[in-house]
């Protein structure tokens, strides 16, 4: 919102989605109802536990950014793989269960039981729900509006099971937070713990026992409108390193070509040469040939 305002102002238009400001629209209710999967899903900072070395002991290992594209081609044969069971995946889910799949690999070569992946997912849409008032308002929302949901399973388990299975895991997972009455907990647990600052423990401590990783979408993020007066970007992406040892992972629509996604990935090096040996017909490097 922020960057299409900016564009817009830039070539002297009006900004055509006027943002809220309207903080009233998260106020917590007045019988606060929290459930007790918050507890498991956020922490106060003071309940951090002392800082601990990062799971990955070797010396040459350590987060860095790299950007692929995924073919729709691939994204499909993804999706229907992870709907052989019958049950209907999107391709979201569908990617996430791959990538799980293929941390999960080298977690077991570094004798690790489990591994945590997260999903964040927007509130606007559930707090707008049978409100139409209110959904426009959010809609306009200037802020985020977000919850990260994340599942922990056994690593032989993800490597083992069918991709339709492990797509059930994320799908369980992100069931429980893609409700309106979740993120109205979110907000009654935000005001319980006030005024001590809060974060997602899968940021905090979700690699303590094995690698931990967040997949977000930038698939409504409007790169080909992104023009500030010298003509619409050819490639737009993300720089994300938030400080913690949890990977993160973010998909957006290519610019070149339709239904192809562009993957930003802040993950450990190891981890991204395992991808690129074992899925690399997936996982394609992004060329300047490719975006021309």
Same mark, same amino acid.
């Given at each position: 919102?922020?960057?299409?305002?900016?564009?817009?102002?830039?070539?002297?238009?009006?900004?055509?989605?006027?943002?809220?400001?309207?903080?009233?629209?998260?106020?917590?209710?007045?019988?606060?109802?929290?459930?007790?999967?918050?507890?498991?899903?956020?922490?106060?900072?003071?309940?951090l536990p002392p800082p601990k070395d990062q799971y990955h002991q070797t010396p040459n290992d350590h987060l860095i950014s790299r950007i692929y594209y995924i073919t729709s081609e691939h994204l499909n044969d993804l999706q229907l793989l992870a709907c052989s069971n019958g049950c209907s995946r999107t391709k979201l889910e569908s990617f996430s269960a791959f990538l799980w799949k293929m941390v999960a690999l080298l977690a077991a070569k570094d004798n690790f039981e489990v591994t945590?992946?997260?999903?964040?997912?927007?509130?606007?849409?559930?707090l707008g729900e049978d409100d139409k008032?209110?959904?426009?308002?959010?809609?306009?929302?200037f802020g985020n509006v977000l919850s990260i949901p994340f599942g922990s399973q056994r690593v032989n388990e993800l490597i083992e099971k069918p991709l339709?299975?492990?797509?059930?895991?994320?799908?369980?997972?992100?069931?429980?937070?893609?409700?309106?009455?979740?993120?109205?907990?979110?907000?009654?647990?935000?005001?319980?713990?006030?005024?001590?600052?809060?974060?997602?423990?899968?940021?905090?401590? *979700? @690699? &303590?026992?094995? $690698?931990?990783?967040?997949?977000?979408?930038?698939?409504?993020?409007?790169?080909?409108?992104?023009?500030?007066?010298?003509?619409?970007?050819?490639? *737009? @992406? &993300?720089?994300? $390193?938030?400080?913690?040892d949890a990977g993160y992972v973010m998909p957006m629509p290519s610019p070149a070509r339709e239904g192809d996604w562009v993957v930003y990935m802040?993950?450990?090096?190891?981890?991204?040469?395992?991808?690129?040996?074992?899925?690399?017909?997936?996982?394609?490097?992004l060329t300047f040939d490719y975006l021309v």
């Open positions: 919102m922020f960057l299409m305002s900016w564009a817009e102002i830039a070539r002297s238009k009006s900004i055509s989605l006027v943002p809220s400001f309207r903080r009233s629209l998260l106020n917590p209710r007045r019988l606060g109802c929290i459930d007790p999967s918050m507890d498991l899903m956020y922490m106060p900072i003071s309940s945590k992946m997260g999903i964040v997912v927007d509130g606007r849409v559930r008032v209110k959904a426009s308002l959010m809609s306009s929302y339709s299975w492990v797509a059930n895991q994320v799908h369980d997972f992100l069931d429980q937070a893609v409700t309106k009455e979740h993120f109205l907990g979110l907000i009654d647990w935000v005001e319980a713990h006030r005024p001590e600052p809060a974060l997602a423990k899968i940021y905090s401590n *979700g @690699s &303590y026992d094995g $690698p931990a990783f967040v997949v977000s979408s930038g698939q409504r993020f409007p790169v080909s409108k992104m023009d500030f007066g010298w003509g619409c970007p050819v490639f *737009g @992406s &993300y720089h994300f $390193p938030w400080g913690g802040h993950l450990f090096k190891r981890q991204l040469e395992l991808i690129e040996t074992e899925a690399g017909n997936v996982f394609r490097p």
